[in-house]
T-cell receptor
């Protein structure tokens, strides 16, 4: 069983919609990472957070340490947001990241 | 400042051969981690180097090895290639532990 679970696996939205992607983890962590991967492979780090909430443009990430749950929100979604979103947690206090399976987001115009 | 650079971007090798991939981290970053991404297994941690020392290793066979040089550049080597080694290999660099990871574009390895 993967220690990091994401939902949904696939998400299709219309341009302008509010998007939520969820991530649950089973181990204690120091911080959680949200990553974005476009076709072609390159990964971009969106957020690294250990508590509360972070915002960058139309992207918002929240984490609840007690519930071992994090969410990534995209407001006013745009077709260029279409990508795979991946959450990752360091395992056992090390730098070894354990990844979720990813959420493939498609935003239609 | 320049990002993480991985070379080559694409590689085709034959079963049984060996391959070396290179990763140049962001200037000043001393930690380099390597990951394998396949459609079936997703992203998996290979190993992490910090100041030329391997600090963590994932669950991969001994055919997978790596090293880090004094300038923080890192290489990973896969010997006796198998078809299942076909994957996107990504490296990421960090300034230090518990900081943001910056990823390269990856090397897509195809084993035929």
């Amino acid at each position: 069983k993967n220690e990091v679970e994401q939902s949904p696996q696939n998400l299709t939205a219309q341009e302008g919609e509010f998007i939520t992607i969820n991530c649950s983890y089973s181990v204690g962590i120091s911080a959680l990472h949200w990553l974005q991967q476009h076709p072609g492979g390159g990964i971009v780090s969106l957020f690294m957070l250990s508590s509360g909430k972070k915002k960058h443009g139309r992207l918002i990430a929240t984490i609840n340490i007690q519930e071992k749950h994090s969410s990534l929100h995209i407001t006013a979604s745009h077709p260029r947001d279409s990508a795979v979103y991946i959450c990752a947690c360091p395992q056992g206090g090390s730098e070894k990241l354990v990844f979720g399976k990813g959420t493939k987001l498609t935003v239609n115009p | 400042k320049a990002g993480v650079t991985q070379t080559p971007r694409y590689l085709i090798k034959t079963r049984g051969q060996q391959v070396t991939l290179s990763c140049s981290p962001i200037s000043g970053h001393r930690s380099v981690s390597w990951y394998q991404q396949t459609p079936g297994q997703g992203l998996q941690f290979l190993f992490e180097y910090f100041s030329e020392t391997q600090r963590n290793k994932g669950n991969f066979p001994g055919r997978f090895s790596g090293r880090q040089f004094s300038n923080s550049r890192s290489e990973m080597n896969v010997s006796t290639l198998e078809l299942g080694d076909s994957a996107l290999y990504l490296c990421a660099s960090r300034f230090r532990q518990n900081t943001e990871a910056f990823f390269g574009q990856g090397t897509r390895l195809t084993v035929v």
